[in-house]
């Protein structure tokens, strides 16, 4: 059983940070988190980031670019999202996720497993 559990979500003021984590557990590769996305209410869920398989590369959306990073721990399975410059419209669920080796990851289709999603609040 694969389960992946996001924290370090919360209320942040504009222009702050946040680090967020997602900690993977389960028998198979599938339980390796490698990508984040976030759902603004009322919005569809979009790309913020992801790792490649190997690690070795990152991929952000533009919205997010030079302000969040993603980082992972590979000893402990442990993803990361720094998130800097924070802006009102960074407000979201954020939930982190695993996909099988060789899919898209930019897209929300390749995925297989979610975290149950975390909160990231900014307010103005």
């Known amino acids: 059983q694969v389960q992946l559990v996001e924290s370090g979500g919360g209320l942040v003021q504009a222009g702050g940070s946040l680090r967020l984590s997602c900690s993977g557990s389960?028998?198979?590769?599938?339980?390796?988190?490698t990508g984040w996305f976030r759902q603004a209410s009322g919005k569809e869920r979009e790309f913020v980031g992801a790792?490649?398989?190997?690690?070795?590369?990152?991929y952000y959306a533009d919205s997010v670019k030079g302000r969040f990073t993603i980082s992972k721990d590979n000893a402990k399975n442990v993803m990361y999202l720094q998130m800097d410059s924070l802006k009102v419209e960074d407000t979201a669920v954020y939930y982190c996720?695993?996909?099988?080796?060789?899919?898209?990851?930019?897209?929300?289709?390749?995925?297989?497993?979610w975290g149950q999603g975390t909160q990231v609040t900014v307010s103005s």
């Open positions: 996720a695993a996909r099988n080796l060789g899919k898209q990851p930019t897209a929300t289709a390749s995925y297989t497993y």
């Open positions: 389960g028998r198979t590769s599938n339980s390796y988190p």
């Open positions: 790792l490649s398989w190997s690690g070795s590369i990152t």
